[in-house]
């Protein structure tokens, strides 16, 4: 098994080697995609040439993240590019098939190469890690079919490994937690409207304004099923009441607290990878 310090260095090599001719990152604003855009960018001025940050505005994912991406783009000195998309409509997601997140990186990573291309970007790079591979994730497939490259996936990285680097570069969002797209908190066959994802959205934000870390809000119909970390239990059940009420304005009639606690993906139990 190989050491941080090899997997850096095979890291610096791939990021190096990429960003010879101009280059583009597939940009969330989330911890893996801000490593690799700030490590572009560094190289790409070593070389002479120039690298891209292009965003999807996207349906499923909350406005802050937006502004999130903008406000890092900025930092890492990036040319930021923000690309509209509707991928309800294009990507035939509105009933959650169990191969959405294949449907949805395909369209998605699709615009932003096209977009990469027209900029004049040799290569696109985006953040998958090697530890994502142990979940179930479809969207990795999309990814390789379109010629996306992933160095921190081919340098080894585990999430842990990003966030211990990102530190490294100074990166504002090295301890930002992981924030997948809306449509994981509602379950396979749930129709997806604009309004459903809009609720979920307000209500993750008040809940992390408590000062909640790993927040998701999963939609069962009418009940609300609310994981968080399990040392923060304590800290929501301070807070049960006005919770409730909040969630209930925006109309969900059951509101629980999964005694499971925070997991990446519980809305994959039972899908087979």
Request: charged share 25%.
């Amino acid at each position: 098994m190989k050491t941080y310090e090899e997997k850096c260095n095979r890291l610096h090599a791939i990021m190096k080697a990429y960003t010879q001719q101009n280059a583009a990152v597939a940009f969330s604003g989330g911890v893996d995609s801000s490593l690799l855009l700030k490590m572009a960018v560094v190289y790409a001025k070593e070389q002479g040439t120039a690298v891209y940050g292009i965003t999807a505005h996207t349906e499923l994912h909350p406005m802050s993240d937006i502004k999130m991406a903008e406000k890092v783009a900025k930092e890492t000195g990036a040319e930021y590019i923000l690309l509209k998309t509707e991928e309800l409509k294009q990507a035939d997601i509105f009933q959650n098939p169990p191969d959405r997140c294949y449907r949805c990186k395909k369209y998605l990573f699709g615009k932003i190469k096209e977009k990469a291309e027209q900029s004049g970007a040799a290569t696109l790079l985006e953040g998958t890690n090697a530890e994502d591979l142990l979940a179930y994730r479809p969207g990795i497939r999309a990814v390789e079919e379109l010629g996306i490259k992933s160095p921190l996936k081919e340098a080894g990285f585990t999430k842990g490994e990003v966030r211990k680097l990102a530190f490294q570069y100074g990166i504002s969002v090295a301890d930002r937690p992981s924030t997948p797209c809306l449509a994981t908190r509602f379950p396979y066959g749930e129709t997806l409207t604009n309004l459903k994802l809009e609720n979920v959205e307000k209500g993750e934000a008040f809940l992390k304004a408590l000062g909640l870390y790993n927040v998701r809000l999963r939609i069962h119909g009418n009940i609300a099923r609310i994981e968080v970390d399990e040392k923060d239990m304590a800290v929501l059940l301070l807070h049960k009441k006005e919770v409730a009420a909040y969630l209930k304005e925006l109309g969900y009639s059951y509101i629980t607290l999964d005694l499971e606690g925070f997991r990446s993906g519980s809305m994959d139990i039972g899908i087979n990878g």
